[in-house]
């Protein structure tokens, strides 16, 4: 316990624009926040576009704008339950996430997901890590949450493509960060990405990529996140300026 209490004072002397502090529990040897982020602005400084109407935040979504919002455009709510964010804001190279931290991706929830979920016999793809990291208040349908490792997760709903907002009370949604993210910030990739469902009426969490909910909540973990980005091809005996000069004259040629 002493070595959480140090770690934790550690850790919260990282002070977050417009959130103040995070605090972080630690999940086998991940460190996770244990609520959702609220910022408004990347990790540069440059400002987020706030999409409140509908109309906003289906432009956002068409023209790989990020976005962030609260739910209703509550500022009540928000502080509750942190801002949702389309794809394009926790996609974008400027970074959602605060400094020494990032967006949980996919590698952060599987082993999240294998510790909250051990002990559980009842078969291969039953599992209750829903029902453990839920709180234990605020939900209004299903079994109240076991809260394990003070993770709070809170029914705040999520905002559609439609941009309406639905679920508040009932289920919540939280984005996936794929680690294997192409570098290509498209509509396609957008509505392809994956996000974790909260039910209050399902013990598990369930893992989709339907593009369904293009407003989802963010969880960071400590670390920076290691995002795979292909670089072109380039042949080794040329310098790009010369592959560059070698296809124009091939147009020319043509």
């Not at 770690?7 to 959702?36: H, M, P, R, Y």
């Not at 339950?81 to 400094?99: H, Q, S, T, V």
């Not at 993210?181 to 909260?198: P, R, V």
Request: hydrophobic residues 35%; contains cysteine.
């Amino acid at each position: 316990m002493r070595i959480i209490l140090l770690k934790f004072c550690l850790i919260s002397a990282i002070s977050i624009v417009g959130q103040g502090k995070i605090e972080l529990v630690e999940i086998n040897s991940d460190w996770w926040a244990i609520t959702n982020l609220r910022v408004a602005q990347f990790r540069n400084g440059d400002p987020i576009r706030n999409a409140k109407t509908q109309n906003e935040w289906v432009e956002c979504l068409q023209n790989g704008i990020p976005a962030y919002c609260a739910y209703r455009n509550d500022t009540s709510y928000a502080r509750k339950y942190g801002y949702m964010y389309n794809w394009f804001a926790i996609a974008d190279p400027r970074g959602l996430a605060p400094e020494k931290t990032r967006v949980a991706h996919n590698g952060d929830f599987s082993r999240l997901h294998q510790t909250v979920n051990a002990g559980v016999v009842n078969g291969p793809n039953v599992d209750m890590v829903g029902i453990r990291l839920r709180d234990s208040l605020g939900w209004e349908i299903g079994a109240p949450g076991e809260n394990r490792y003070d993770f709070g997760i809170l029914p705040g709903g999520y905002r559609n493509e439609n941009g309406d907002f639905v679920g508040l009370g009932k289920e919540t949604a939280l984005w996936v960060r794929d680690t294997l993210f192409d570098g290509k910030l498209t509509l396609g990739n957008a509505y392809s990405s994956s996000y974790a469902l909260i039910h209050g009426q399902k013990p598990n969490v369930i893992y989709q990529s339907d593009g369904k909910r293009s407003g989802c909540y963010v969880r960071v973990v400590l670390g920076e996140a290691v995002i795979f980005t292909p670089k072109p091809t380039i042949n080794e005996n040329e310098s790009p300026e010369n592959e560059a000069n070698s296809k124009k004259k091939s147009k020319k040629k043509n």
